[in-house]
């Protein structure tokens, strides 16, 4: 019995410096998980009945190899479709074939359809709705193959200007500071005739960028002129009234007639501040609900822009005027210009017009029992009956990891401690052959008997 026990001795070791030595080949593989052999004794057998404190068994066999699912060092790359995941999870791909598989090798690339390909073509998946021409996807929806639109980001017609900052509240009226030029009842601005972007006319100006359907660019001016009170006009009665007027790529502003009188008032803001400078509510003047909409002849061929202004964060406080908040929603079309990940798993793409948009979020499997996956090749594990499979997750939620775009996860081997275990095992296999060597002896010298 001792050849058998000594062959067996031989096979595991055999088979323990396979598994050390396919650990040390895999060092540099991104996101391989380290192997260890788990062995176990054969069956032992009685030689003298069924007395058990005379068994002796008859040899040892290879009863499983374990893979080391622990953290393996992040690598940076400045790639920012090389993906890592830090704790615990794996990314899903699909196959054209065969069922999804797991991976924890992040190196990932965009194909010519948009695509987030492995190296070897298989497709990343996440959470993605359905993409619609002229839309950008979200990310809402089921679980599917991510796909970064290849198509431009769809110009957007501006709705909503925000303009915030303060109003000098020592300053006067056109009519106060040139009454040698204007009535008492003047208003702005100029009369017929005369250039109205004098700058005596108002107070103060900005000027924005804003956005038809078609994407053209338009400038919409806004000129802030203070209201001298007047006893006949119950909406200037407070000393701190401002009227707002908008002009539109340099045109006469709109609701003032050529004369000089307010022909819509319906499209002029009117800002009046209390005793603390902040601006009462609701401010008079175009809504949301009733936004104010350029004439037509401004955007041929194009919808005509409707917009409201936010004025919320003005303020009217002795102090020079400033603008501390100019921004609006629209914007012109755009191409991709690159995608980044976040840690949560979004992927954002960027646009040449400056635009970001949330295209969709990578999906994170995790299983009860990592160890019972089967490995595939290629970096890739499937799901079997006692992995546990559970459902997939979003980065940073239950017990998924964190993304770390621009990275790669090193195997987890510790090739110090694979060199000291191949010794091990070296030594073990020599002394498995020495058992059978020495039984050898032990025959030749029984036959050599007379």
Same mark, same amino acid.
């Given at each position: 019995?001792?050849?058998?026990?000594?062959?067996?001795?031989?096979?595991?070791? $055999?088979?323990?410096?396979?598994?050390?030595?396919?650990?040390?080949?895999?060092?540099?593989?991104?996101?391989?998980?380290?192997?260890?052999?788990?062995?176990?004794?054969?069956?032992?057998?009685?030689?003298?009945?069924?007395?058990?404190?005379?068994?002796?068994? !008859?040899?040892?066999?290879?009863?499983?190899?374990?893979?080391?699912?622990?953290?393996?060092?992040?690598?940076?790359?400045?790639?920012?479709?090389?993906?890592?995941?830090?704790?615990?999870?794996?990314?899903?791909? $699909?196959?054209?074939?065969?069922?999804?598989?797991?991976?924890?090798?992040?190196?990932?690339?965009?194909?010519?359809?948009?695509?987030?390909?492995?190296?070897?073509?298989?497709?990343?998946?996440?959470?993605?709705?359905?993409?619609?021409?002229?839309?950008?996807?979200?990310?809402?929806?089921?679980?599917?193959?991510?796909?970064?639109?290849? !198509?431009?980001?769809?110009?957007?017609?501006?709705?909503?200007?925000?303009?915030?900052?303060?109003?000098?509240?020592?300053?006067?009226?056109?009519?106060?500071?040139?009454?040698?030029?204007?009535?008492?009842?003047?208003?702005?601005?100029?009369?017929?005739?005369?250039?109205?972007?004098?700058?005596?006319?108002?107070?103060?100006?900005?000027?924005?960028?804003?956005?038809?359907?078609?994407?053209?660019?338009?400038?919409?001016?806004?000129?802030?002129?203070?209201?001298?009170?007047?006893?006949?006009?119950?909406? &200037?009665?407070?000393?701190?009234?401002?009227?707002?007027?908008?002009?539109?790529?340099?045109?006469?502003?709109?609701?003032?007639?050529?004369?000089?009188?307010?022909?819509?008032?319906?499209?002029?803001?009117?800002?009046?501040?209390?005793?603390?400078?902040?601006?009462?509510?609701?401010?008079?003047?175009?809504?949301?609900?009733?936004?104010?909409?350029?004439?037509?002849?401004?955007?041929?061929?194009?919808?005509?822009?409707?917009?409201?202004?936010?004025?919320?964060?003005?303020?009217?406080?002795?102090?020079?005027?400033?603008?501390?908040?100019?921004?609006?929603?629209?914007?012109?079309?755009?191409?991709?210009?690159?995608?980044?990940?976040?840690?949560?798993?979004?992927?954002?793409?960027?646009?040449?017009?400056?635009?970001?948009?949330?295209?969709?979020?990578?999906?994170?499997?995790?299983?009860? &029992?990592?160890?019972?996956?089967?490995?595939?090749?290629?970096?890739?594990?499937?799901?079997?009956?006692?992995?546990?499979?559970?459902?997939?997750?979003?980065?940073?939620?239950?017990?998924?990891?964190?993304?770390?775009?621009?990275?790669?996860?090193?195997?987890?081997?510790?090739?110090?401690?694979?060199? !000291?275990?191949?010794?091990?095992?070296?030594?073990?296999?020599?002394?498995?052959?020495?058992?059978?060597?020495?039984?050898?002896? !032990?025959?030749?010298?029984?036959?050599?008997?007379?």
């Amino acid at each position: 019995m001792s050849f058998q026990q000594g062959l067996s001795g031989l096979s595991v070791s $055999s088979k323990a410096l396979d598994i050390i030595s396919n650990n040390v080949a895999n060092t540099n593989t991104i996101g391989f998980k380290a192997g260890s052999a788990i062995f176990s004794d054969v069956f032992a057998a009685s030689l003298t009945g069924s007395i058990s404190g005379k068994q002796v068994g !008859v040899g040892a066999t290879l009863g499983a190899v374990r893979q080391t699912f622990t953290q393996g060092n992040l690598t940076t790359t400045n790639n920012p479709l090389d993906l890592a995941i830090n704790g615990d999870g794996f990314f899903v791909v $699909s196959r054209e074939n065969g069922p999804d598989v797991y991976t924890r090798n992040g190196q990932f690339e965009l194909d010519k359809e948009g695509f987030i390909r492995t190296p070897t073509g298989e497709r990343l998946k996440g959470f993605q709705s359905p993409v619609t021409p002229g839309a950008l996807p979200t990310p809402i929806g089921g679980l599917k193959d991510v796909q970064v639109p290849i !198509v431009g980001s769809q110009p957007m017609p501006t709705s909503r200007v925000e303009i915030g900052g303060n109003l000098d509240a020592n300053d006067l009226s056109a009519a106060q500071r040139y009454p040698q030029l204007f009535g008492s009842t003047f208003t702005f601005p100029l009369p017929a005739g005369e250039n109205w972007q004098d700058a005596r006319t108002y107070n103060f100006s900005t000027s924005i960028k804003a956005y038809d359907s078609l994407g053209k660019s338009h400038e919409l001016t806004y000129y802030f002129a203070k209201v001298t009170p007047t006893p006949n006009d119950p909406v &200037n009665t407070n000393e701190n009234t401002w009227k707002v007027f908008t002009s539109v790529d340099g045109g006469y502003p709109l609701g003032v007639g050529t004369d000089g009188s307010i022909e819509d008032p319906s499209v002029i803001w009117s800002l009046t501040f209390n005793e603390k400078g902040t601006v009462n509510t609701p401010i008079v003047g175009p809504t949301a609900a009733n936004p104010l909409a350029i004439p037509a002849s401004y955007t041929p061929g194009a919808d005509r822009i409707r917009f409201h202004v936010d004025f919320s964060d003005m303020r009217q406080i002795g102090g020079s005027y400033l603008i501390t908040e100019l921004t609006q929603d629209g914007y012109t079309g755009g191409e991709l210009a690159g995608v980044s990940v976040g840690r949560d798993g979004i992927v954002t793409g960027r646009y040449t017009n400056g635009e970001t948009r949330e295209l969709a979020q990578l999906a994170l499997q995790t299983f009860r &029992n990592p160890n019972a996956l089967l490995s595939i090749g290629n970096n890739f594990w499937e799901a079997t009956t006692e992995s546990g499979l559970t459902a997939p997750s979003k980065a940073g939620e239950g017990v998924a990891g964190v993304v770390s775009a621009g990275m790669i996860e090193d195997a987890n081997v510790e090739l110090t401690n694979e060199l !000291v275990q191949m010794i091990v095992q070296q030594r073990n296999y020599q002394a498995n052959a020495q058992s059978i060597k020495a039984q050898d002896q !032990v025959l030749q010298t029984l036959v050599n008997l007379r």
